[in-house]
Nanobody, 129 residues
Framework: HVQLVESGGGSVQAGGSLRLSCAFD????????MAWFRQSPGKEREGIAA??????????RYGDSVRGRFSISGDAANNKVYLQMNSLKSEDTATYYC?????????????????????WGQGTQVTVS
């Protein structure tokens, strides 16, 4: 059973910053793909940032709503992924989920969108006021 544990959520004023962390297990560092999703009440879960950290396969992706403000980074060797969120807005208020999959099950170009190809964390709440 894969475990993913997010931390770092909380309340912040608009314009502020937060850094989310996620620790996971059961994935081989060379084969893992990592992403962050979020879901607001009444809205569908959306992928907002994704990263491949494999040798020769280093890629980051961002959703339009967060590009230029959020930054994803991964430490696959230590099974961790981070999301640095700057210039937060009220519309960033949501539950944020860490998601991790293997490069084989998450091979499609849209792998970092729903339906997701791997495992989810339980989520951490971010509130921007």
């Amino acid at each position: 059973h894969v475990q993913l544990v997010e931390s770092g959520g909380g309340s912040v004023q608009a314009g502020g910053s937060l850094r989310l962390s996620c620790a996971f297990d059961a994935y081989t560092p060379a084969n893992v793909r990592m992403a962050w999703f979020r879901q607001s009440p009444g809205k569908e879960r959306e992928g907002i940032a994704a990263i491949n950290t494999g040798v020769g396969d280093y890629v980051t992706r961002y959703g339009d709503s967060v590009r230029g403000r959020f930054s994803i980074s991964g430490d696959a060797a230590n099974n961790k992924v981070y999301l640095q969120m700057n210039s937060l807005k009220s519309e960033d208020t949501a539950t944020y989920y860490c998601a991790v999959g293997s490069k084989w099950t998450c091979a499609a170009g849209s792998w970092w969108q729903v339906p997701f190809c791997g495992d989810w964390g339980q989520g951490t709440q971010v509130t921007v006021s």
